[in-house]
């Protein structure tokens, strides 16, 4: 393999094609343990590659230089510029990891054991002492008290119950909508380009193929006007990187209209819809937000400041869209001045890296968190202006019928989403045995289990 040799990294959505050099490869692989790798794989890649977008983003620059001092061995200087990063913003678990190894190889092992700590204090799993740059330290007491704290992560719990099995494996959904209106759900197939109803036990076809459906991902129900709102890309295929959203009558159960975007490289993947019928779509391959005006697809907000943006919702106010981009966090955007701001996580508060899907359950957000591990359902307490995460709650860690949670929909007090989305082995092999979803149903009213209870699950 040559430098010049491409990766495929999964993407959420779709695989895309990244090159890099090899050598970055050696460094920092094989991955760690514990994350979900193709996710975690499209993570770690999007932070290697952010400086290349985002040159005045001081935490990438000393990122970047970070590696560069990785590559040369150069390990005193690697630590210093990681706390530079860290200092300068970074907030992401790996960062954080790549920190207690450059401790580790420098002899500081205090330091790499802290900082192996704070990793565990987010709650998620990773597995250092399959690291042989943690061989300093992997025999020292404190260093297996650290392992045993991660393997408490993947402790699970079980909130969730099965509510809807969808036989027809062949669909893979994604996308998932409520209709209050006759209390009927609709499933949009990522595999299948198509959209499913589904009511009293039985599943119908919604959409006809002369639609010209891509991917059916994100969805949202206007119940005022009863509309259907369909995100959908070509995630393979001659027409890959093509995207728009599709607009459909419930009451006469047709297709409207369709408002595509330019050819290009695009990947809509979350629609948004106010009370007054505004739309907006995120575009997680080209980094934007857009927003259907005049029935055309216009730029709101992008290619600054995300990487890859995926779920949204509004504020109880519909003055602000919360944007989850699934390295760098939650931003928040004033949609009258287009200001944006990353949400600030309170101390002692877990991680929100790798969110998929976002929802307002409300005033609380409910996020989807595919991207570290275990898989994880976040109930995230924001402060009244806005701008901080006071507190975040683990709803649901490592159900057994995860991996891969990915897409909801909020009912009144409970939260349906699909718990077992084959979306990610299907993109990467779409000869893979694929599996009956799983729709889970999860209470929002009920008190959330504590870190003890939920590592004293059984």
Not at 380 to 386: C, K, M, Q, R, V
Request: with cysteine.
């Amino acid at each position: 393999m040559s430098c010049s040799d491409t990766i495929t990294a999964p993407h959420p959505f779709q695989a895309r094609t990244v090159s890099f050099s090899v050598s970055l490869l050696v460094a920092y692989f094989p991955f760690p343990g514990g994350m979900n790798l193709s996710r975690a794989m499209h993570v770690f890649l999007v932070i290697l590659l952010f400086a290349a977008f985002a040159k005045a983003q001081t935490a990438a620059e000393y990122f970047q230089q970070a590696n560069e001092a990785y590559e040369k061995k150069d390990y005193v200087s690697n630590v210093r510029l990681l706390e530079k990063s860290i200092e300068a913003g970074a907030d992401h678990p790996m960062i954080f990891y790549f920190l207690a190894r450059g401790y580790a190889l420098t002899g500081n092992r205090d330091a790499a054991v802290l900082w192996l700590n704070k990793i565990a204090d987010l709650g998620v799993f990773l597995q250092p002492e399959a690291d042989e740059k943690f061989a300093s330290i992997h025999k020292s007491r404190k260093f297996e008290t650290v392992v045993k704290r991660f393997q408490d992560n993947l402790k699970p719990t079980d909130s969730s119950k099965p509510a809807i099995t969808m036989k027809d494996k062949d669909l893979v959904p994604e996308g998932i909508a409520y209709d209050p209106a006759d209390q009927r759900f609709y499933f949009g197939g990522a595999a299948r380009p198509e959209i499913v109803a589904y009511k009293d036990g039985k599943f119908e076809k919604f959409s006809k193929p002369e639609d010209g459906l891509w991917s059916a991902l994100g969805m949202k129900i206007d119940s005022r006007t009863r509309t259907l709102w369909v995100a959908s890309s070509a995630l393979a295929g001659e027409e890959k990187g093509k995207s728009g959203v599709f607009q459909y009558d419930l009451k006469e159960r047709k297709l409207t209209a369709k408002y595509l975007l330019p050819d290009g490289n695009h990947g809509l993947g979350e629609v948004v819809v106010d009370s007054k019928g505004n739309v907006y779509a995120t575009d997680s391959v080209s980094p934007a937000i857009y927003f259907l005006n005049k029935g055309k697809l216009e730029l709101l907000l992008g290619p600054e400041p995300f990487r890859s943006p995926q779920g949204a919702c509004l504020s109880p106010d519909e003055k602000i869209l919360f944007v989850a981009d699934y390295s760098r966090g939650i931003f928040a955007v004033d949609l009258e001045t287009k200001k944006y701001w990353k949400l600030a996580r309170a101390d002692k508060t877990t991680t929100v890296a790798g969110i998929d899907g976002l929802y307002l359950h409300k005033k609380d957000l409910v996020a989807i968190q595919n991207g570290v591990q275990p898989n994880r359902v976040l109930k995230i307490e924001l402060s009244a202006d806005h701008t901080k995460m006071e507190r975040v709650d683990i709803l649901e860690s490592n159900h057994r019928l995860f991996p891969e949670p990915t897409l909801g929909v909020v009912v009144e007090n409970d939260f349906y989403y699909i718990g077992n989305s084959m979306i990610g082995p299907f993109l990467e092999n779409p000869k893979v045995e694929l599996k009956p979803a799983a729709i889970l149903k999860l209470p929002l009213e009920k008190k959330p289990p504590s870190r003890q209870e939920r590592q004293g699950y059984n």
